[in-house]
């Protein structure tokens, strides 16, 4: 199997995280994993050292970020979030790769989603919860949107359609339309090109707050029984003392494997400590 991680120096410890969950869970296979990132190659060091305990192959994959300066960028998201659109490009030994992202935990076997038949698509994905959300750019409100943090790549077809260059360009003229960042450009691209896969391949977070799943309670038996990759989609998150996911504890199981096992929650304080105690008290999770 062919995996794909992106990051950068920010993202060093969850992607640690989301690497042992995936590997632990997945001992019986050969994996390969890319790691595309413009970081520091030291940075690194720990992460390559999984290469002796499982059976796998990371690979540290070096970004020039001079093809994708002047993307739109925020506070929060650096130019890190459109390395993913230059795979075709900096991966030409590859047909194929499952995308992962760094803030969730697989927790089984995804051979069965690493083989799914996904046709002549760019990509195959999971709707994203909230599609209808996002009307700034012009895809067709009749069509889904999906998450793109997980995604099965077809890169013969990026390469056949000269994909890359059509991201860039898109990613590039409409930039101050952009909602979502390089989720939106994937979603434009790809309308009507992608394939629906199984909501239990990407379990946003949204899936497990209690009044969704009590109004769409398929989906929500889903999320609780059947998840094999749960993904941290909200801004709060698992890494964060406020986060009350119930699922928050799997991040944690797999951290404990890391060098970072002795992590403290940056926003940790005795007014968090007390604000999540009175919101316990009061019954007011949102899980």
């Known amino acids: 199997m062919n995996i794909v991680f992106t990051t950068d120096e920010n ?11 995936l590997l632990s869970n997945n001992e019986k296979h050969q994996i390969s994993v890319f790691i595309l990132s413009a970081a520091s190659g030291e ?27 002047g993307l739109k ?29 760094c803030d969730l935990v697989v927790q089984s076997d995804i051979s069965e989603l690493y083989e799914t038949n996904i046709d002549d698509n760019y990509v195959g994905a999971v709707p994203d919860y909230f599609f209808h959300e996002y009307v700034e750019v012009d895809i067709n409100p009749e069509n889904q949107y999906f998450n793109s943090g997980v995604m099965l790549i077809n890169l013969i077809k990026w390469r056949q359609d000269n994909i890359q260059y059509r991201l860039l360009e898109y990613a590039s003229a409409r ?47 889903v999320a609780m029984t059947d998840a094999v990759i749960i993904h941290f989609t909200n801004k709060t998150k698992p890494w964060h003392y406020r986060s009350m996911h119930p699922m928050k504890k799997e991040y944690y199981k797999y951290l404990k494997k890391t060098n970072f096992n002795r992590y403290i929650p940056a926003d940790r304080s005795l007014i968090t400590i007390v604000k999540k105690i009175f919101k316990i008290i009061l019954n007011k999770p949102t899980y």
């Open 43 to 69: 940075l690194f060091d720990d992460i390559l050292r999984l290469n002796d305990t499982y059976s796998c192959n990371i690979k540290i994959v070096k970004i020039e970020e001079s093809q994708i300066e």
């Open 175 to 221: 930039g101050d339309d952009l909602l979502y960042w390089d989720q939106d450009v994937l979603n434009k691209i790809f309308e009507g090109s992608w394939k629906e896969l199984e909501w239990k391949w990407n379990c946003q977070t949204d899936l497990f707050h209690k009044k969704k799943r009590e109004s769409n309670k398929s989906l929500g038996a």
């Open 11 to 21: 993202y060093i410890q969850h992607l640690n995280v989301a690497l042992i969950s």
């Open 73 to 101: 960028i925020s506070s929060h998201i650096t130019l890190g979030a459109y390395y993913r659109l230059l795979l075709s490009q900096v991966l030409p030994e590859i047909d194929k790769a499952l995308y992962l992202d």
